[in-house]
C-alpha cells in the first residue's frame, strides 16, 4: 500500500446509510469516499469509471444486487477489492460473498466499530469475517469432509439469476431486453430456464423466490 488514502466506493440504496458510513470512512486519514452508487448497476458503471481500489457494497439494491455488483466488478475491475456491508446475518448470503469475489463480510450493526478495520485489512490482503462467519467455514469445511465432495455448484447463472431479479421486480419481457441489450426471445428463454430450474410456475412464485434468497426486498 502506499502512503495515499484509499479510495472507495461506496454502494447502498438507502442515502441516510450512505451517509452515516461515509462519515465513519472519512474520518479516517487513510480512507475516503471518492463515490457513491444507489444501486449494484450505478456502482459497477461508478466503479469502471473512478477505478477505486476498494468497492464497499450493499447486498441487497435495485437493478443488481451487491453480489451480482460484485461478481460483475471481479471480472472487469480485478484491482478494485471488494467488502460486502449488509444487514444479513446470513450463511447463505457469505458464502456467496466470498465467491463472488469479496475479500470481506461486515454487519451495519456493528459498522461503527467493525468497517475500518475491515478495510485496513481487506487493503492489506487479509480476509475480514465477523465471528458467525467464521464458525460457519469451519461448519462448512466440516460438512464437505464428511460428505466427501466440495459441494454443488450455484442453480442458476449470472445472466438468468439478472433476468430473475428484474422478472421480479415487474419489469416486462421488453423492458429486461433494453435493460440487457439482448433480445425478448432470449430473455424469455432465459425466463423459460429458470422457471425450470427452481420448478416454478408464474411471477408471483418467482418473487417470492427472490424475496427469500435476497435478490429483492420485500
Known sequence: MTDSPTRILLADDHALVRRGVRLILDAEPDLTVVAEADDGAEAVARAREHRPDLAVLDIAMPRLTGLQAARELSRT???TRILILTMYDNEQYFFEALGAGASGYVLKS???RDLVEACRA???GEPFLYPGAVDALIRDHLD????GGTGSSRTLTDREEE???LVAEGHTSQQIADLLVISPKTVERHRANVLQKLGLKDRLE???YAIRVGLIEP
Open 122 to 124: 481487506t487493503m492489506w
Open 144 to 147: 464437505r469432509v464428511r460428505e
Open 163 to 165: 433476468i430473475l431479479k
Open 110 to 112: 456493528v459498522a461503527d
Open 206 to 208: 418467482l418473487t417470492r
Open 77 to 79: 475491475c480485478p484491482e
